[in-house]
């Protein structure tokens, strides 16, 4: 199936004014309300009054970003500002007002992943998803990803007959449309639960566009390296770009490790990092963790850290091995049913661990130079290596 793909220009006060509309001046100011008397923002800014709010938020809009340092934010700023501005006049109600419902959401959706890691696991703890990526380069590039979850998550093909990207495009939905820096992306794997720290505070910037900056993975790992506070993730990423140099980018909170890829091949997966100091830091995390909640030394969690360094070991057995560094090949990978713990294809049969009830609900490769994705979905009949690809072949619209 062929998918024409749009470029339009990105923008942000139209934009704004859409979502300013869509969400109304009533709505808008009766989320402020609830979201005043949330308990999860109780420890952070719940206990400012509404004055010193505004003055935090005013002060935040309107200083600007160091440009030296921070040449990107100096550039995103005034997008950032235009947004709200369009999202005010949309809504039909002031800028402030508009910036302290921004704020709020923001600082919610942060307590509300940190509060997620501050509460003990229960006795029958679970795993409940994760991920694994890989690219192969060799005279092409492919990059390949299992995304596992618990059955009831099951995943429908794209009802997508086109897509539209902004200029400057920051790639990526759906993939494998590539970034205008030519960087394509497989993906993530979480490496959630011990990375427990909180997110800081740096509205307006609620997200930060790396792709849009980036022209070269070197440039990818330079701007994780320059954008810490801004990049808080909390787990492992692969990238690749036109001149098949591969990275994996292990991240959590302010810390990153870059992973070069070796001899073209690079992969990463759920509660691993391959980075030397980023997998020492999440297994001092991972101990903590334990202590913390007295977490017993055969119980899921430390099963599941075992798990996790096995199935990396074995992604990179089989990414070694020989073959065509293409389609069969990341199959290959994806389509392991080795008789460790946890396959990289996941089935949900009775002899596997118990404290496992993921499989492998979605799996696809994809061809960058073709912008080809071949996409294929376990259903309760049939699980993910049973099934016929769905393909979808992206076509950037001239
Ligand atoms: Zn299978």
Not at 222 to 238: D, E, I, V
């Amino acid at each position: 199936m062929r998918i024409p793909v749009y470029v339009v220009e990105d923008r942000p006060y139209d934009e704004g004014v859409e979502e300013g509309k869509a969400l109304g001046p009533e709505t808008l100011r009766e989320e402020v309300r609830s979201l005043r008397e949330d308990p999860l923002l109780e420890p952070s800014c719940g206990q400012m009054s509404e004055a010193e709010l505004n003055k935090l938020l005013q002060e935040r809009m309107e200083t600007e970003p160091d440009a030296g340092a921070f040449p990107e934010l100096a550039e995103l700023h005034p997008e950032v500002i235009t947004r709200l501005r369009g999202k005010a006049d949309g809504a039909g109600v002031s800028l402030q007002e508009v910036a302290l419902h921004d704020y709020l959401k923001y600082r919610r959706h942060q307590m509300h992943w940190w509060k997620m890691y501050q509460i003990p696991p229960p006795e029958d703890a679970r795993s409940a998803g994760g991920c694994s990526g890989v690219i192969l380069v060799g005279d092409e590039i492919w990059l390949g990803k299992n995304c596992d979850c618990t059955p009831e998550e099951y995943g429908t093909p794209r009802a997508t007959d086109k897509v539209v990207v902004k200029k400057p495009r920051t790639g990526y939905a759906p993939l494998p449309v590539v970034s205008e820096g030519g960087i394509a992306d497989p993906g993530g794997a979480t490496v959630g639960i011990w990375m427990d720290e909180q997110h800081e505070d740096v509205w307006p910037y609620t997200s930060f566009p790396l792709l849009r900056f980036a022209g070269s993975v070197a440039e990818v790992a330079n701007l994780y390296q320059r954008y810490t506070l801004y990049l808080p993730g909390r787990g492992a990423h692969g990238y690749v770009d036109r001149n098949g140099e591969a990275i994996s980018v292990d991240n959590g909170f302010r810390r990153v490790g870059v992973s070069r890829a070796r001899d073209g091949l690079i992969w990463y997966t759920e509660g691993y990092f391959q980075s030397e100091d980023m997998r020492q830091f999440l297994a001092e995390r991972r101990e903590v963790f334990a202590e913390r909640f007295d977490i017993p030394l055969g119980s899921y969690h430390n099963q599941y850290f075992a798990d996790c360094s096995v199935r990396f070991t074995n992604m990179g057995r089989l990414a070694e091995l020989p073959g065509d560094r293409r389609y069969k090949h990341i199959r290959t990978v994806l389509e392991d049913h080795s008789p460790f713990p946890r396959a990289l294809c996941r089935h949900d049969v009775p002899e596997r661990a118990d404290y496992d009830r993921t499989i492998t609900l979605v799996s696809y490769t994809m061809d960058y130079a073709r912008r080809t994705v071949y996409e294929r979905y376990a259903t309760p009949e049939r699980y993910c290596c049973q099934q016929q690809d769905h393909v979808y072949e992206y076509v950037i619209q001239a």
